[in-house]
């Protein structure tokens, strides 16, 4: 789907930056200190003050490189499995510890799933927000809640607050990086500087998005107002939504497919 739109690949790669992020960082934590299963490999390191020095030079020679490399994170982590290389590396003097790291098969598979449930939340939400619009999300979040109704819930307002929602993450994001130009224009660099001056770039962007957020959302209200709209007033729709036998079919196996997982989980 990305590759239809004529985009250059590293746009997209740039965007994904936090979510590989998360799951890089999510697998690493399960493999370290999931200590189940069977023992596949143990790695035995040793740091002293020759592996202390080289990590360190290691660490500045990052620093001061990392602005000319084109992908920031797999650089960081090359640094990050560098670090570990060379605590393999064996010193007769200056030794200071010596310990090891065990990979074990339940925390690789753990891990693993992991990934894949981060992988199919972010493709399964992009898609429905890439092929549906938020008219239909609205009317088919109030049809599958329309149940609640009976217990005195008002569910048309739940469907509404979750569309604007969805509506305004897109223009949010198009603002945050307005603002970000608008400052980047005026000297401010956001990935150079000292945590404080990081600390003092975040709120000279936060306080703008407030401001922004407030004033769009009060725009959104007068709209809906001179429009009409009333709090948990009964609407009448231009399209009716009806379930055809596809959606039950399609029900019925994501059914079987959750109550598949959950005995998984309980007797696996």
Aim: aromatic letters at 14%; glycine letters at 6%.
């Amino acid at each position: 789907m990305y590759l239809t739109t004529g985009l250059p690949i590293r746009k997209m790669l740039n965007g994904m930056k936090p979510v590989l992020f998360l799951a890089t960082f999510t697998f690493i934590l399960q493999v370290l200190y999931n200590q189940e299963g069977t023992l596949l490999y143990t790695f035995n390191f040793q740091i002293g003050l020759y592996q202390f020095l080289m990590i360190l030079g290691l660490i500045f020679f990052y620093f001061f490189t990392k602005k000319y490399m084109p992908f920031k994170f797999v650089y960081l982590l090359i640094v990050f499995v560098g670090c570990f290389a060379i605590q393999k590396i064996k010193m007769p003097h200056f030794v200071w510890s010596n310990y090891s790291v065990k990979i074990y098969d339940q925390g690789l598979l753990k891990g693993g799933f992991i990934l894949l449930r981060i992988v199919l939340m972010i493709g399964l939400t992009s898609m429905l927000t890439f092929t549906t619009m938020n008219t239909e999300i609205n009317n088919g979040l109030e049809s599958l809640l329309s149940p609640l109704k009976l217990i005195k819930i008002n569910v048309g307002t739940i469907s509404m607050m979750i569309s604007l929602t969805l509506r305004f993450i897109p223009t949010l994001v198009e603002e945050t990086s307005k603002i970000m130009k608008a400052q980047a224009s005026r000297g401010v660099d956001f990935n150079e500087g000292s945590i404080r001056q990081k600390i003092s770039q975040i709120v000279s962007l936060l306080v703008p998005m407030f401001v922004t957020s407030f004033k769009r959302a009060e725009d959104l209200a007068n709209a809906m107002e001179t429009r009409g709209y009333v709090i948990g007033a009964k609407r009448t729709k231009l399209d009716l939504l009806k379930l055809h036998v596809i959606d039950y079919i399609s029900l019925f196996v994501f059914a079987l497919l959750l109550a598949g997982v959950i005995v998984g989980r309980i007797y696996l």
